[in-house]
C-alpha cells in the first residue's frame, strides 16, 4: 500500500458500478459516511497516525469540504489497537476525488507520514466502508462537545430484501421516530454501499456514559410504541447479526 494513498477514496470503478441503491441514495441532501477502521502500528509508532490526523489530516479534510471527521478508539472492542475514522461527504464526487484533492493540499502532499517509506508507515493497513445516509435522517448530527462514549451498531442481513426491509422499519416504520422519542440520541444511519459483511447498515448512538446508555435502551425497550413496531410480522427476520462496539472519542475528533 502506498503512503501516497493515504485517505483514497472508493475507486472510480467502484463507485460507477453500484447499483440501484446507491444511485438513489445519491439524490436529495443526503450525506455518504466513509468509515475506516486502522490497524495501528505498536510501540513508539502507536500514535504516528493519530498526530498526523489531529495535525494535518483532519484540517486539510476540512478544507476540502470533508467533515466533520471523527476519530475514536474502541472502549470495548477489538483488542488489537485500531482506529476508527468517520468521514463525511456531501456527494459521491466528494468520494472519488478526495485522494486527488489531499494530495494537491500543499500542507497535505507534503507530510511526512503522506511521503513516509515502507519502514516508516504509520499504520498496518486500513479497511474501509462507503454509507449513504438513510432517507429519514440524510444528515449527520453532531452531539454536544462533553463527556461522552459512542455505540455503534452493524445490522447483518440473510439478503438484499431483507435488508431493505430493516432499513424501511427505521424509516417508513418509525423507529428512527421511536429512537428520538426515548432519547437515544441517534449520530448517523447508513446503509451500507461498499464494505465487508453485506448486506448491512450501520447506525451510531451518543450517551454521557455506560450508565446512561442503560437507561435509555431500557426506555427504548419498554416503550409501547417500539413493542408495537417490533411484533409487526412484516419485519420479522430481516437481521441475522448485530456487532456493537463502544467507542471513545479523541481529543481531536470533531464528533
Known sequence: MRRREFLAGVSVAGIAGLGGAAMAAGGGDREYFELRRYRLLGGAKKNMLGDFLRDVG??????????????????????????????????????????????????????????????????????????????????????????????????????IKAAKKKIEMFNEGGEIAIFNKTGLNPVFFGETIIGPMMPNLTYMLCFDDLTDRDKRWGAFGSSDEWKKLSSDPQYKDTVSNITDIILQPTGYSQI
Open 58 to 159: 483532519i484540517p486539510a479534510m476540512n478544507r476540502i469540504g470533508i467533515g466533520p471527521v471523527g476519530a475514536f478508539t474502541a472502549k470495548y472492542g477489538p483488542s488489537d489497537p485500531t482506529l476508527y475514522v468517520l468521514m463525511v461527504h456531501k456527494n459521491l464526487e466528494s468520494v472519488v476525488t478526495a485522494a486527488a484533492r489531499l494530495l494537491a493540499d500543499d500542507e497535505f502532499g507534503k507530510s511526512d507520514l503522506v511521503n513516509a517509506s515502507s519502514g516508516d508507515a504509520g499504520y498496518v493497513r486500513a479497511e474501509s466502508s462507503l454509507m449513504a445516509a438513510f432517507k429519514n435522517m440524510p444528515k449527520l448530527e453532531v452531539p454536544p462537545k462533553r463527556p461522552r462514549i459512542f455505540e455503534l451498531r452493524t445490522y447483518e442481513s440473510h439478503s
